[in-house]
């Protein structure tokens, strides 16, 4: 395939069966394995959207400097996009995410600012200490703030992901279910589906260590990119049929088993995806099918706690 840019590259991932590591008699479950977008993260369709769509509206515009505040992933695809449009990227970072981020931002020409966390961990207050200081670099002349929280743009960037799915297995799904940072993610792909006539049962999920969406507080935990602390602003409950918590330790231990027995090679929140995927599937038994995301690839992670 011949394109004008990489980022032509970005989606048309392929939905891969789990049937080898489910149980007899347990539901289809099928994983949109999106590590083969550029930066190896769906974030790509979201960075593309966000980007793009700013451009085009003339808030942005060459040279110009993006901020944002995020755990790698993000700004990985950030600092993708920004180098293909000519834009400057500036991220707001932190030690408690796998430092392979950080250099894969600055590989892309990134300035990457590192905030210190206690312990590791990401925290609540870590996050707000993140997003303090993205909010005020972006106050700055010539700075436009990417926000990924909060612009429309970031959810549209997913609707694609829904329509792939729904064409590959011909509009035939029960269940859509996914951990949550933003929730742009889960309900962009949503919308994608219902474009497309298809209207599933959507799960969310969150770390067990982290369980504000369904006990109302957070805590720290190390499942990146999602449990961010406050509620995903662009969650909504109304579509949500029901809010999961799930323990690192079992996400983390399910990264290893899809790289050793199926060769699918992932990070923390595929892991958590995927174990909540599986317990549905036994749950709902055979007949019917479920969906989940390979948000993004292990090699980000080789240099922290799933597979050290």
């Known amino acids: ?37 550029p930066t190896g993260s769906y974030k790509d369709r979201m960075a593309v959207s966000l980007l793009t769509q700013a451009m085009h509206r003339g808030d942005l515009k060459s040279g110009d ?8 992933s993000t700004g990985t695809a950030l600092a993708f996009v920004s180098s293909v449009l000519d834009l400057q990227f500036t991220a707001v970072f932190s030690d408690a995410f796998s430092d392979s981020k950080r250099r894969a931002m600055e590989a892309y020409g990134a300035n990457v600012l590192v905030e210190k966390s206690e312990d590791g961990t990401i925290t609540p207050e870590l996050i707000q200490r993140m997003k303090s200081r993205a909010y005020s670099l ?6 436009y703030y990417a926000d990924q929280f909060g612009s429309s743009d970031v959810r549209k960037g ?4 829904g329509l ?15 951990a949550v940072g933003t929730g742009a993610a889960l309900m962009g792909t949503t919308d994608g589906l219902e474009k497309a006539g298809v209207l599933p049962n959507v799960i969310a999920l969150e770390p067990l260590q982290s369980p504000l969406l369904t006990t109302g507080k957070g805590g720290p935990h190390k499942v990146e990119g999602v449990g961010v602390g406050f509620e995903p602003p662009f969650l909504d409950r109304e579509r949500v049929c029901d809010i999961r918590a799930i323990d690192q330790a079992a996400a983390f231990n399910m990264c290893r088993r899809l790289a050793s027995e199926a060769g699918i090679f992932c990070g923390a929140s595929t ?38």
């Open 1 to 37: 395939m011949l394109a004008e840019s990489a980022l032509n590259g970005v989606g048309n991932t392929p939905l891969v069966s789990l049937q080898k590591l489910l149980p007899e008699g347990a539901a289809e479950v099928w994983l949109k394995l999106e590590s083969g977008n």
């Open 65 to 72: 400097k993006v901020v944002e505040y995020t755990g790698g």
């Open 138 to 143: 972006a106050s700055e002349p010539g700075c």
């Open 158 to 161: 997913y609707e694609p992901m």
């Open 164 to 178: 792939e799915i729904a064409r590959e297995l011909e509009g035939q799904l029960d269940v859509l279910v996914s």
């Open 271 to 308: 892991g958590l995806n995927v174990v909540a995927a599986i317990d549905l599937a036994e749950e709902m038994g055979p007949g019917r099918r479920i969906v989940t995301f390979g948000c993004d690839s292990g090699i980000k992670y080789l240099g922290g706690d799933i597979f050290s």
